[in-house]
């Protein structure tokens, strides 16, 4: 369809906007952040000063009181070797007059707390303020110990309330930056080379996303996929991938448990490391790895005849999953207690240090009761078995326990398979404490990788004879994982696709998995719905119904084990509860508009107008969920009196899932003219139903309001078969003279609401 628009002739930023998920391709990518998981971005950034918050997928900086807001990259996310680099970001400037977005490098700690400090005599960084001086002008700045340099200086001004797309380039010799893709200067400096990058907004609100650091290699270098560098308690059959260079045509691969050998060897002086040359799959396969060993990996890029030049990578690592595992939650009880020393201290890391010494606390330790029953035990319940492989303890240890002798002596240990039945394991001394701050665990006692839920340490003697109370520090269980875990989805997760895979962690000795899922927790717990047994640690399931609660299991088998079957934990999840049929992020103002898909007036003529009349045509600040929704004009006071944007579903089914319910979001403005908003809906056999919202305010209301309509209410329509969706303002079966005005529509779906 030709566009009756006239475009302004100003940058299409949907056209260069960098989505973290499309950074450049094979590029090492130092640190990124999409800001879509909350928790982890405030791990990944250090907030200097201002008011920053994650939230809608973006970074927003909302404090205007300072001219110094400024957020770096987390000391732990960012490394000194990174001295060449490219930064890209997007940002949206909400603040009028004079607020620059800055871009910092090279900050040297410590980094400047206040405004004035930019300028103190402890302050090394670089600066680029983009939009400055009444949003003017672009300069590059250096701070060094008291006196502040311009580099560079370039005409420049960002259009408030849209998004722009940052990139500078640091080089050791020096750096160029770009503004939408545009150079605003190339100049050479580098007066140091190390330090951290951050963002700082200069008294304005502002909202950042897509930041990316990656490193020179750009579409030559490697970038680590799984494990990612520095992943710990990886499984040791796993498969090595990575992102290659563009221009790659094959691969090196080093591997080795010596950083030095993997980052001194080449071709011709290959350490015993190099495991793989001129390999043309991005993968590699080491076969089965030591447990709780640290690897150490690189990848070198090999181009194209003629020239075949090797471009060395970086060396990233990894740690193998240990041999045994500590069981959590584990319940305690004892036959008697002093107050204040409870055998819940014996498992709750009370008093362990980071090291696992403990200290000599009493108050982190268990010691029974003088009046209490004999003979003395503790007894420890995991909910479920394991397969157990050794517990560790901690005697107990306070400072004069050399010459009180409260720890155990000699004690029995039993086990219990299920909780009721025990066996005995043994009688084991246990090594008394040092009485020292920095005790480490002395005794350990093998069960050997038996089927173990609870065990019982009956005390026979302790290391005294003035009492015969007995103590202990701290008790650790660790067991082989032979049960799946690690559920993806999360146990608990909501608002989960409707066609998600289901994978897991498998167990160790698992040969094949039997998959439980339904939406009766009972059937799965009992094993009454199995769905699939499957050679491979992922199911899909099919497709789900929306808005559902389901839960899920899986059983790891093995029919060579002396234990058979391990039984799983019960997981369970949510389903999202609608899916959507537009949510207005895919249209740009390039080849995708959104008045070419949502027909409006200029062609069903009728009163309506959709999107804006210049760039950005969608909605960009005025959104109900991500980044864009849709603007809708109305003009009813003339001919034909009703207004309407209509889409062309082609034969949707909108009933997949067990949805039974429309749902879209508007919101009005308070100016808005009087009229009724409707939805109507055609069908592939030509029935059409109109639904007309039943608060004639919503056209006025200042506040997004959820439309949700029952797919009955849309009587005689075969939702199962969609051709058309209309929202229109006015009666278009009786129209007559009405009010004008500006509505805005978000996320359009269908689904099924949770819980119903």
């Given amino acids: 369809m030709v566009s009756r628009r006239v475009m302004t002739c100003t940058v299409c930023i949907s056209a260069i906007l960098i989505l973290l998920s499309a950074a450049p391709s094979g590029a090492q990518v130092y640190f990124s952040d999409d800001f879509e998981d909350p928790a982890a971005s405030v791990e990944k950034w250090e907030v200097i000063t201002g008011e920053w918050q994650v939230g809608d997928g973006v970074y927003h900086q909302l404090s205007t009181s300072s001219p110094w807001q400024a957020a770096m990259v987390a000391a732990d996310h960012w490394k000194d070797q990174w001295q060449e680099y490219t930064i890209e970001f997007d940002v949206k400037i909400m603040t009028e007059g004079d607020a620059p977005v800055n871009i910092l490098f090279r900050v040297q700690d410590p980094v400047p707390a206040i405004w004035d400090d930019r300028n103190g005599p402890d302050t090394h960084m670089y600066r680029w303020i983009v939009n400055g001086w009444t949003n003017s002008e672009s300069r590059p700045y250096i701070y060094n110990e008291g006196t502040s340099t311009m580099l560079a200086q370039t005409d420049n001004t960002l259009e408030v309330d849209r998004w722009h797309h940052l990139k500078l380039v640091v080089t050791l010799t020096g750096m160029a930056g770009y503004v939408n893709d545009v150079e605003m200067f190339d100049v050479q400096h580098a007066q140091w080379t190390e330090g951290r990058v951050g963002i700082h907004a200069y008294s304005g609100v502002m909202d950042f996303d897509n930041f990316v650091v990656y490193g020179p290699f750009g579409l030559v270098g490697a970038a680590p996929l799984s494990p990612e560098d520095g992943a710990i308690d990886v499984s040791r059959d ?187 394991l043994g009688d084991f001394e246990f090594a008394q404490a040092t009485s020292r701050a920095d005790y480490a665990a002395n005794t350990t006692i093998a069960f050997e990788g038996l089927a173990v839920q609870a065990v019982r340490l009956t005390v026979q003697s302790n290391w005294g004879t003035m009492s015969p109370q007995c103590g202990l520090s701290e008790v650790r269980f660790l067991h082989v994982p032979v049960a799946a875990r690690d559920p993806q989805p999360d146990d608990g997760a909501t608002d989960v696709a409707i066609d998600t895979p289901l994978s897991w962690r498998p167990g160790r000795e698992a040969a094949v998995h039997e998959v439980f899922l339904g939406t009766d927790s009972e059937a799965v717990a009992t094993g009454a719905a199995l769905v699939d047994t499957v050679g491979t640690s992922s199911l899909a399931p099919g497709a789900l119904d929306l808005g559902a609660t389901y839960y899920w299991r899986v059983d790891e088998v093995n029919e060579a084990e002396a234990i058979s079957v391990w039984p799983g934990d019960l997981w369970s999840f949510v389903t999202q509860a609608f899916v959507a049929i537009d949510d207005f992020e895919s249209y740009n103002d390039d080849d995708n508009r959104i008045y070419d898909t949502w027909i409006d007036g200029w062609v069903n003529e009728t009163g309506s107008t959709v999107g804006y009349l210049e760039e950005p045509f969608a909605e960009t600040s005025i959104v109900h969920g991500g980044r864009q929704a849709m603007p809708l004009e109305y003009v009813n006071s003339s001919t034909p009196y009703y ?105 359009v779906g269908v689904g099924h609401p949770a819980g119903e």
């Fill in 643 to 747: 207004s309407e944007a209509q889409r062309d579903m082609g034969n949707a089914d909108w009933t997949a899932g067990g949805a039974d319910t429309l749902r879209l979001y508007v919101q009005g403005n308070a100016g808005n003219g009087a009229g009724s908003l409707y939805v109507a809906l055609e069908d592939s056999a030509g029935n059409v139903a109109v639904v007309t919202h039943p608060d004639a305010t919503v056209l006025t209301s200042e506040a997004w309001q959820e439309w949700a309509i029952p797919f009955g209410d849309f009587a005689g329509v075969n939702c199962a078969a969609i051709r058309t969706i209309t929202i229109g303002v006015g009666d278009r079966d009786n129209p007559t003279s009405g009010g004008d005005g500006l509505i805005f529509i978000d996320d």
């Fill in 238 to 424: 796993g498969v090595l991938s990575w992102d290659p260079g563009s221009f790659a045509q094959t691969h090196d691969v080093y591997l080795g448990t010596s950083f030095d050998d993997v980052n001194d060897a080449d071709r011709a002086n290959p350490l015993d490391v190099l495991v793989s040359q001129g390999q043309t799959a991005a993968t590699y396969d080491p076969g089965r790895l030591v447990l709780g060993q640290t690897y150490y990996w690189r990848v070198d890029e090999v181009n194209a005849p003629p020239d075949s030049t090797v471009f060395k990578g970086e060396v990233w690592s990894f740690e193998i999953e240990p041999a045994a595992y500590p069981i959590e939650n584990v319940t305690v009880t004892a036959s008697s207690s002093e107050e204040g020393s409870s055998p819940e201290n014996t498992i709750n890391g009370s008093g362990l240090d980071g090291n696992d010494l403990h200290s000599t606390d009493a108050k982190a330790m268990w010691l029974s009761s003088t009046a209490g029953p004999e003979p003395i035990f503790i007894e420890y319940d995991f909910g479920r078995p394991y397969k157990l492989h050794e517990m560790l303890v901690w005697n107990y240890n306070v400072e004069f326990e050399a010459f009180l002798g409260y720890g155990c002596q000699e004690v029995t240990v039993e086990y219990s398979e299920n909780g009721v039945d025990w066996m005995v």
